[in-house]
C-alpha cells in the first residue's frame, strides 16, 4: 500500500450534496492511486461517505476514534483498521503520526480543531507534511480570508501563509499527493 492521506471532514448528516459528491469522489482518488486514508473513524456525514467511497475502489481506510465518539457516533463497521484510543488528544496525534498529508474537506468546529492544530504543528517545525484544504464550492473562503488576515496583522508570518494551500477541485489534490 502507498502513502497515507489523513483526511479531516464532517461527520454531519445534513451536508448539501455538493460536499458529499465531494467526499465521494476524494475516496476514489484515494482508493484508485494506491493510497490509504486516515480518518477520525466514523460511519456518519461526509467521514462515512469517504471512507466507504475509498473502500469500495480498493483502499486501504483506517480510522481512530474514542469510546464516547463511538457511543456517540458509531464506528465505520467495514474498515480496514479501527483504533479505539483513550481521548480525543490521542486521536489526533495517532491520525498525524500514520499521515503524509492531510486533506480539509468541509467540517464543523472539530474540523477546524484538526485543521489548526496540524497548522500550529507546521508552524512549529514539528512535521512538514502538505496540508491540503479543499474549498469546495467557496465553503473555506471565509478562513480563507481570515488566514490572511493573520498574516496582514502581523499574528503570522507570511511564509506561514505557505504552510497550506487552497484548492478548488478534488482532481487538484492528486498532484500534491502522488509523490508523497
Given amino acids: 500500500m502507498g502513502k497515507n492521506v489523513c483526511v479531516y471532514c464532517g461527520s454531519s ?32 456525514g461526509l467521514m462515512g461517505i469517504i471512507a466507504s467511497s475509498a473502500l469500495e475502489n480498493g483502499g486501504k481506510v483506517v480510522g ?28 489526533k ?4 503520526e500514520l499521515a503524509d498529508a ?13 485543521l489548526f492544530e496540524i497548522i500550529t504543528w507546521r508552524q512549529l517545525n514539528l512535521h512538514q507534511k502538505p496540508i491540503i ?13 481570515l488566514i490572511n488576515q493573520i498574516i496582514q496583522n502581523k499574528f503570522a508570518r507570511p511564509e506561514h501563509g505557505e504552510l ?4 478548488d477541485t478534488v482532481d487538484e489534490v492528486l498532484g500534491f499527493v502522488k509523490d508523497l
Fill in 13 to 44: 448528516e445534513q451536508a448539501d450534496e455538493i460536499y458529499k459528491s465531494a467526499a465521494i469522489e476524494l475516496g476514489c482518488l484515494i482508493g484508485q492511486n494506491n493510497l490509504g486514508l486516515v480518518y477520525g473513524g466514523g460511519r456518519l
Fill in 133 to 145: 484544504i479543499l474549498n469546495i464550492n467557496g465553503y473555506w473562503q471565509p478562513l480563507v480570508g
Fill in 102 to 114: 492531510f486533506v480539509i474537506l468541509p467540517g464543523g468546529f472539530g474540523t477546524l480543531d484538526e
Fill in 64 to 91: 481512530f476514534t474514542t469510546e464516547h465518539l463511538d457511543e456517540r457516533e458509531g464506528a465505520h463497521p467495514g474498515l480496514t483498521e479501527l483504533h479505539i484510543v483513550d481521548s480525543m488528544h490521542t486521536r
Fill in 164 to 167: 497550506i494551500t487552497v484548492l
Fill in 93 to 96: 496525534l495517532k491520525m498525524s
